[in-house]
T-cell receptor
């Protein structure tokens, strides 16, 4: 079974530029999560989707971050404009339903300079 | 905020059992205990979860105390590849619940 796919693996941008990350969850998984992991810390939830609807985006900085999950499959996370403090690993995860274990991708390491 | 407390770091000799403790003294009756680990430069990997009975799978064993206020993850024969950060998470199995990660325990398996 293929795992959660994320791209790109690494990205370096200058502050105030925009960036987008892509996630393809495990086939059939209805729930999709985006987490942000700052160096030395545990992952922090940014947004959770159930199919193509948002379940929780309470910790998403909506002035600069946006995410969508069209057709309830793939998802993109965008940052516009980026700040230095956005440097982190962005992890995508998926699960069959909201109550089952989540499977994580390898993440995208973003460096903002 | 995470509802669990774990030691910051632990060492274990290769081939010995690694016992990772987790305190979750405020756990509710319907909250499960989950364990994930994160090897360097990878995403978190699911290990095991349980409610109140001890659980075992091919990766590890989970021992939950009778009062459910703490648990221990046991890796029976640690190898160098088990070096990782281990996260203990408590979570209700309900629609909309996500996984809240704390800082975890950094386990170093030493040769």
């Amino acid at each position: 079974e293929a795992g959660v796919a994320q791209s790109p693996r690494y990205k370096i941008i200058e502050k105030r530029q925009s960036v987008a990350f892509w996630c393809n969850p495990i086939s059939g998984h209805a729930t999709l999560y985006w987490y942000q992991q700052i160096l030395g810390q545990g992952p922090k939830l940014l947004i959770q989707f159930q199919n193509n609807g948002v379940v929780d985006d309470s910790q998403l900085p909506k002035d600069r971050f946006s995410a969508e999950r069209l057709k309830g499959v793939d998802s993109t996370l965008k940052i516009q404009p980026a700040k230095l403090e956005d440097s982190a690993v962005y992890l995508c995860a998926s699960s069959l339903g909201g109550s089952t274990e989540a499977f994580f991708g390898q993440g995208t390491r973003l460096t903002v300079v | 905020d995470a509802k669990t407390t774990q030691p910051t770091s632990m060492d274990c000799a290769e081939g010995r059992a690694a016992n990772l403790p987790c305190n979750h003294s405020t756990i509710s009756g319907n909250e499960y205990v989950y364990w994930y680990r994160q090897i360097h430069s990878q995403g978190p990997q699911y290990i095991i979860h349980g409610l109140k009975n001890n659980e075992t799978n091919e990766m590890a064993s989970l021992i939950i105390t009778e009062d459910r206020k703490s648990s221990t993850l046991i890796l029976p024969h640690a190898t160098l590849r088990d070096t990782a950060v281990y996260y203990c998470i408590v979570r209700v199995l309900l629609y909309g619940q996500n996984f809240v990660f704390g800082p975890g325990t950094r386990l170093s398996v030493l040769p």
